[in-house]
């Protein structure tokens, strides 16, 4: 069974800072470099969508957070891990880890992230 552990959401300022992690683990201590592992947010009201998912070949963004946001993944420890610069209000939402296998979706549980003075 895949459990995606996710950390670092909270309050944060407009125009301030957060990192957010995720951790995959698998039996047998799985590695994962093989699968997509990205972000997707959900705020109040609206549907889930996709902030970025990290590739082997690269990552792919939402054009809502080019150039703001930047994933950092690193394969050999099943993480991924998003750098948000330059946080609006409009970034408030619930963001949740996911890991595809192209045949499976897994999610973490979510964590908060507020962005307000």
């Known amino acids: 069974q895949v459990q995606l552990v996710e950390s670092g959401g909270g309050l944060v300022q407009p125009g301030g800072s957060l990192t957010l992690s995720c951790v995959a683990s698998g039996a047998s201590g799985a590695i994962f470099s093989g699968y997509d592992m990205g972000w997707y947010r959900q705020a109040p009201g609206k549907q889930r969508e996709m902030v970025a998912v990290?590739?082997?070949?690269?990552?792919n963004y939402a054009d809502s957070v080019k150039g703001r946001f930047t994933i950092f993944r690193d394969f050999t420890r099943n993480m991924v891990s998003p750098q948000m610069n330059s946080l609006k209000i409009e970034d408030t939402a619930v963001y949740y880890c996911?890991?595809?296998?192209?045949?499976?979706?897994?999610w973490g549980q979510g964590t908060q992230v507020t962005v307000s003075s």
């Open positions: 990290g590739k082997r070949g690269g990552t």
């Open positions: 996911d890991l595809d296998t192209g045949i499976t979706v897994y």
